[in-house]
């Protein structure tokens, strides 16, 4: 059984930041996981934010390139996701995602791509 758990999620005004965290537990293989983070916003299909590899090359959609990081300790088993100069655009509910045994792929990832997921934290940025 694979378990993700995020947090790290909040309430904050434009301008502001806030760091999300996911931590995996059942992933033996997660030094060799490909990893993610989505957002979904209510009646939209959710969305690929951040992905990095097991190179530990990192891609970022255009919304959010040079404001969010991603990055994971593989020691601590967490990814996590430094989001600088939030905009009331990146409200949305954000979720972590893994996929096992993938040393390379291809951007923008699928959503079919990756079996595991976290249950999904809350960010809200308003004006």
């Known amino acids: 059984q694979v378990q993700l758990v995020e947090s790290g999620g909040g309430s904050v005004q434009a301008g502001g930041s806030l760091r999300l965290s996911c931590t995996a537990s059942?992933?033996?293989?997660?030094?060799?996981?490909?990893l993610a983070w989505f957002r979904q916003v209510a009646g939209k299909e959710r969305e690929v934010v951040a992905c990095?590899?097991?190179?530990?090359?990192?891609y970022y959609a255009d919304s959010v390139k040079g404001r969010f990081t991603i990055s994971r300790d593989s020691a601590k088993k967490t990814l996590y996701l430094q989001m600088d100069n939030l905009k009331p655009e990146d409200t949305a509910i954000y979720y972590c995602?893994?996929?096992?045994?993938?040393?390379?792929?291809?951007?923008?990832?699928?959503?079919?791509?990756?079996?595991?997921w976290g249950q999904g934290t809350a960010v809200t940025v308003s004006s």
């Open positions: 990095v590899f097991t190179s530990r090359t990192t």
């Open positions: 059942g992933l033996t293989s997660y030094s060799s996981s490909r």
């Open positions: 995602a893994a996929r096992p045994n993938q040393y390379d792929g291809t951007w923008p990832p699928a959503i079919g791509d990756f079996p595991y």
